[in-house]
């Protein structure tokens, strides 16, 4: 039977909305005088796009006017010239809830160097034949509102501008606000309230097809986005990544007030095959009669301290306590719910609310899952998805679904609950509009955030736009700390919110419904259309980035440890970096709160941002840092370290040539090993480097390097190098260097490594990260070093010359160089990340056209040669080169001790 409404659910009392917000300076109208001010002293978050610089964009504030009334308290403030990002916008308005999601676009604000116009050429990357992506870079926002409080969702979506940012407009921010503006919308609340859009904001609610926007909502999530499915059986949570050639068919079970049974076949290909009307609604309504509950998460809260053997009538009630084995029932199953209210003398007040709430729900949930399963088989579909705010991570809705459906089909069919589930419409209704390119966009093209939201609390829109810098300082502020308990920390969001920085703790019982209300933590989408998975992953399906799986507690417990322990030091420094001021110790504070409550989460439920590696709680922390915009923690280390380490460049590379080629290459590389102990992210290292000088160190690493090294497979790797006997092998044609750290492991371990690849003839590219992270050198800081080591070698000079790294240098110097133009490239690109990890599936479009020639690549450096990347296979030769300044690594990964090194070679053979 068809259900009576499909509203995709449920109203919440006292919703705490928050949703984050990292860049700043986007609005294009400010509300009042005070934002404007707050605004300009405010600079913007930088890091979040790989594009973005390391400076600051600045609020334009040119051209500024108050739009209408001149004697309004809070007069509207338009900025014509504040381009920096813009937004799209589209809803589902349900009877219960408003969901929206919108876009906001950040302009490309790549510098585009001689060196970037230079290799562009030289890697043959033209824009040419590269798709446009009208939405290329921005940001994937969801939030929601209660439908009752539409008002405040109209005063959001005003004070964002949201209604602003249509199709011309996007292009042309001085465009005059468009009388025809239109925003899609899907739900019944699309028609209802079209006149209250067009009277407070001008605007037409151009209405979508409810299921169509469910359907392709869900289309794209399950094919774009990272971890979005998963099964949840026993508490325990398990994502699947799911083919994109094998998505289709599946069932979609849309559980709102009603339920909605939708078959899949393709985009756009689907048909509504039945329903239930025992719903969301259902479980709500009832709950509310039978129990005085006041909104459907405090219903919820309370099953979780039920018992609905007091209420349901079991198996084992019937039988006399036993199962009945024959028919495969057990005693505890239930066998008619609410049944033992009918013989009992017993009145509505005898059952505790806890009992009646927890009846109910696996009441309905059984049956939702039954008849999923039913149409499931009739149309011989494996998969089901569920979704709808009924769920709400629910982890005992989801358990008894799943339950549900792996009982009536023998295991032989799955249920699945979507990360996003409560968006499928907003979604869909965001993926109608025409020619933004987002259905083209593949799951590596996303990277998902989960930074400190900016709050929105108790469901009012005060003051200025969300998600400025202060706001979130002050939010951070008023955490708590009693020990190691946080007891106001981020993520873990009331039930109902979007879990982006709901910051109260669920007003009950804490514990158990923690980690269900904070399962709907979805973060924010950064769409970077640039990124591509790295071309010469052997197998990029059963590509793995994470060495270390932190699903294993105790793993997650260490590293938890570490990076808490390593918090005071780094929020140090972040501060130093920024003159540190008292702005500046402010927000080290603010990001000390912020990550702490990240990891406190992790600690918590570690599945709740998606599956958890090593590589994303260091990525995190950068984020992080990035969030409350300390751009470089480790600026002027590794300036120290980079002029310390090119004093004594010359000298090294005049040793290095008076050896015998074989005794040479073996100094290389026990050059890179030994120059990677300069680590700031290492505890052990970071001791050790108050015991001394960095050449000292340095000198006592290289004593230290006695082959054979834990991992040694230097001998294959000269082989191929130099050959055996009379056999000389043909050269590499280009080597790809994942370099990593600043100093002397950069600039007296890779660069001569690299030097003498370019020698041999080899091409040589560096790939740096695109934006700092602990002490790395990034692409942007890589071709100043290189000209200054150039200064002290030819080959340096000449390679860097080709490959465009000296491009002011080659005016002056082009006499000298006469004959050399044949000479092999050096050249430098940007990796695509901001970690001192490398998740090969998403890197930089430069990179992956560098890739393209390449027969050889290094990895450097414990982040992306043992955290991540280490089990990575490759369709060229690899090496893998790093020293373990860990020692719990050491021991598991090599069976060594601290300060043993790696060297993997893999050829292709
Ligand atoms: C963050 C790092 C991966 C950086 O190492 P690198 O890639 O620079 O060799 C590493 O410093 C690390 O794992 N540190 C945490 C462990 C510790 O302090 O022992
Ligand atoms: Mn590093």
Redesign the pocket.
């Known amino acids: 039977m068809a259900s009576l409404t499909e509203d995709p659910v449920l109203g919440i009392n006292d919703i705490k909305e928050a949703e984050e917000e990292t860049d700043k300076g986007q609005t294009q109208v400010v509300k009042t005088e005070e934002v404007a001010q707050s605004e300009r002293d405010m600079a913007p978050a930088t890091g979040n796009s790989i594009h973005r610089s390391g400076s600051r964009p600045q609020l334009d504030l040119s051209k500024a006017a108050i739009q209408g009334n001149f004697e309004e308290r809070d007069p509207t403030i338009l900025l014509p010239n504040q381009s920096d990002d813009l937004s799209h916008l589209a809803l589902d308005i349900g009877g219960s809830l408003i969901k929206l999601v919108y876009f906001s676009r950040h302009e490309d604000q790549s510098i585009d160097d001689k060196r970037k116009k230079t290799l562009k050429e030289r890697l043959g990357i033209s824009n040419g034949n590269r798709r446009s992506y009208p939405i290329l870079g921005g940001r994937l926002h969801f939030v929601k509102f209660e439908t009752h409080k539409i008002n405040e969702c109209l005063d959001f979506i005003y004070s964002k501008q949201l209604h602003r940012g249509m199709d011309a407009q996007i292009w042309n921010p001085d465009a005059p606000t468009n009388e025809n503006a239109v925003i899609k919308a899907t739900g019944g609340g699309a028609y209802k309230f079209a006149d209250l859009f067009k009277e407070r904001l001008g605007v037409s609610l151009d209405k979508e097809d409810e299921m169509n926007c469910l359907v392709s909502g869900a289309n794209f999530l399950l094919k774009a986005i990272r971890h979005e499915a998963f099964t949840h059986m026993e508490g325990h949570k398990e994502f699947v990544q799911i083919d994109q050639n094998e998505l289709f068919p599946y069932l979609l079970v849309n559980i709102g007030s009603g339920v909605s049974m939708i078959k899949v076949d393709g985009d756009g290909k689907f048909q509504r095959i039945s329903g239930t009307n025992v719903g969301g609604g259902t479980y709500w309504g009832l709950g509310k009669l039978l129990t005085k509950c006041k909104s459907f998460d405090e219903l919820l809260e309370l099953s979780q301290l039920g018992d609905n053997s007091t209420i349901d009538m079991l198996v084992g009630d019937i039988y006399g306590g036993m199962d009945y084995s024959k028919i495969g029932l057990s005693a505890s199953t239930i066998a008619s719910s609410f049944g033992k209210a009918i013989s009992e003398n017993k009145e509505l007040g005898d059952y505790s609310p806890e009992d009646i709430s927890l009846s109910l729900l696996r009441m309905i949930s059984y049956n939702i899952g039954q008849i999923s399963y039913l149409n499931a088989l009739r149309f011989g579909l494996k998969r089901i998805f569920f979704g709808g705010f009924f769920i709400r991570g629910h982890a005992y809705t989801m358990d008894t679904i799943s339950f549900a459906v792996q009982f009536w089909s023998k295991g032989d069919a799955q249920a699945m609950f979507l990360r996003h589930e409560g968006f499928l419409g907003a979604l869909g209704a965001f993926m109608s509009y025409e020619k933004h390119g987002l259905d083209d966009l593949m799951v590596h093209h996303l990277v998902e955030r989960f930074p400190m939201g900016a709050p929105y609390t108790g469901g009012k829109i005060h003051g200025p736009p969300l998600g400025d810098l202060n706001e979130k300082i002050s939010w951070m502020e008023k955490f708590v700390r009693k020990g190691t308990e946080i007891t106001a920390p981020v993520p873990m969001a009331p039930p109902g919110t979007t879990g982006l920085g709901g910051f109260e703790v669920p007003s009950s019982k804490g514990g158990t419904l923690r980690s269900d209300a904070s399962a709907l933590n979805i973060g924010v989408l950064h769409l970077v259309p640039t990124l591509e998975v790295f071309p010469l992953l052997a197998d990029p399906k059963t590509y793995e980035p994470n060495t270390i799986d932190l699903s294993d507690h105790s793993e997650l417990e260490y590293w938890f440890t570490?990076?808490s322990e390593?918090l005071p030091d780094l929020v140090d420094k972040a501060v130093a970096s920024e003159g540190g001021t008292d702005d500046a110790k402010r927000r080290g504070d603010a990001f000390a709160r912020a990550f702490s409550a990240h990891l406190a989460r992790l600690m918590e439920e570690p599945a709740a941002y998606g599956k958890l590696g090593l590589a994303n709680l260091?990525e995190l922390r950068e984020e992080c840092l990035r969030e409350f915009q300390f751009v470089d923690a480790y600026r002027s280390i590794k300036q120290r370290e980079n002029e310390a380490s090119l004093a004594v460049l010359a000298d090294l590379l005049i040793e290095l040539d008076s050896m015998t080629e074989e005794t040479r290459l073996l100094t290389l590389i026990e050059g890179v090993l030994a120059a990677?102990i300069f680590?700031?992210?290492?505890?052990?290292?970071v001791d050790l480097y108050h015991k001394g000088t960095i050449i000292e160190i340095y000198r006592m690493s290289r004593n230290k390097m006695q082959r054979p090294w834990r991992v040694d497979d230097f001998d294959v790797f000269k082989e191929r190098m130099l050959g055996s006997g009379d056999k000389k092998p043909r050269p590499h044609k280009r080597a790809l260097l994942f370099v990593?750290?600043a100093g002397a492991?950069v600039i007296l371990g890779m660069l001569p490594l690299a030097r003498e690849l370019l020698r041999r003839g080899t091409e040589v590219v560096l790939v740096a990260n695109s934006l700092p992270a602990?002490?790395?050198l990034t692409a942007m800081e890589l071709p100043e070093i290189v000209a200054e080591a150039a200064k002290h070698c030819d080959i340096l000079r000449r390679a860097a010359e080709a490959g465009g790294l000296l491009v002011d240098a080659m005016v002056s110097t082009l006499d000298d160089s006469k004959g050399n133009s044949s000479s092999v490239p050096l050249m430098v690109v940007e990796n695509g990340c901001g970690s001192?990890?490398i998740d090969l599936r998403q890197v930089s479009s430069e990179l992956a056209a560098a890739a393209k020639e390449a027969d050889l690549i290094i990895l450097e450096?414990?982040?992306?040669a043992l955290?991540t990347n280490f089990n990575a296979r490759f369709k060229c030769d690899a090496l893998k080169l790093?020293?373990v300044?860990?020692q719990r690594?050491a021991e598991k990964l090599i069976k060594g001790n601290i300060y043993d090194c790696v060297c993997r070679y893999e050829p292709l053979s």
């Open positions: 570490v990076l390593h260091l990677n680590d700031w992210g290492s505890r052990a290292c990593d750290n492991d602990l002490n790395d001192p990890c450096g414990m982040g992306r955290h790093a020293m300044k860990n690594l």
